[in-house]
């Protein structure tokens, strides 16, 4: 029994030196008559296919203020080496592929175009990579790369907004003569075993577009190939509705108190203060959180303005309501009430042409009074809380849908 384990033992590590050796003198053999910066092919009239499939792992974030879409991915890139290959039938029993250093053979060079941080997919430590090659030529690229690519955010319907961002791979000294960059199925997802959720941003949909893209130099005209793809991203809106939505509205139905409190209580100006103060800070807070870019401004950008005005409007027709009341038995004069009634001239004008003639010009001859005055500017307030919380609501349902 103990001479068969020694046997078994012994055949073992033959088979693995041998093995060991074989892949040793095919590196070798390989590496004699190749060099890895030059195109992999034999006929130059046909430029060779470059397959790829990218896979997004995770989506750390899209920032709004930068315009900057951060994501983890890695490419799966598959070509034919039409130099590097060997009969693994024959002189090479049993060695169907190798792991070979990216340093040691040809691997297309590909960028990034809009990654504002490293262009090219072999960045400084592309050294590190290894290709799979398989004996008949065909070599398989996994590449991994944290991108951080400019993308143009359209905040028109924050927090409800929906963007498209492009990830735009292109070769950059290689023309379509030379290798051609081609999608693997719909040459982009998810990756089912790495990719982790954002807790800000949902993926609604992934595609990938090939073309060709003419430069025009000084001395020649070429065609590059490239890939774009494009994610389609929905802000999770819930915990903006809970921290800024839910609150602004509610804020907005207690203005609409000061409809119902009357003008002879002192507390209504003392209130409307407190309503401004209060709408002044959430809305400030509200206003730090929010993307600020002048390209592109919020509905919500205007609904803060709108309710701060609305605001300041009300601070003012209360204190010139309370000043009013003080003089409500007085009569006003004649002139300054054509002023203001004159909106009525053509509704009541048999009406004005009896009580003001040219002889009375004295104040006291005069019916309308001051309390008058205070009742049109309490009816035009509550006409701009109502028509504020309709132009508020109708802009929420836009936004939304």
Known sequence: MFSISLVVVFVT??????????????RQNLSKRYNPELLPILDSHHPLQVNAKLYVMAL???EDKSQVLTASVFWYFTWKDEIFRWDHNIEYKNISRLIVSVSDVWVPEIYIVNDVRDMPIRGSGYNKDYVIVRSNGYMTWFPAKELQTSCAIDITK???DTQACKIRMETWYHDN??????TIGLGI?????????????????????????????????????????TLILKRRSSYHLITTAFPFVIL??????????PTECGEKLGFCMSQFLT?????????QNMPSSSLTISYLTFLISLQILVSGITILIVAISIYLQTRSIEDIPSCIARIIFSPLIYFQQNYLKKSFTPAQDSKHECFITWLDIDRKLNCGLN?????????????FVFVIY
């Open 158 to 160: 924050y927090p409800f």
């Open 60 to 62: 750390q974030g899209l």
């Open 252 to 261: 907005m139905a207690i203005n609409l108190l000061v409809i119902v409190i």
């Open 13 to 26: 590590v033959s088979y693995c030196n041998g093995n060991y050796e074989r892949k040793r003198l095919l």
């Open 279 to 287: 709408m002044i800070v959430f809305l400030t807070l509200i206003a």
């Open 177 to 182: 003569t030379s290798f051609v960059l081609n």
């Open 189 to 229: 997802g998810l990756s089912e075993v790495h990719f982790v959720e954002n807790g800000e941003w949902d993926i609604l949909n992934l595609s990938a577009y090939p073309f060709e893209y003419q430069e025009d130099f000084a001395d020649n005209s070429s065609a590059y190939s490239c890939i774009h793809y």
């Open 383 to 395: 006409i701009l809380l109502l028509l504020n919380v309709i132009a508020t609501f109708s802009v």
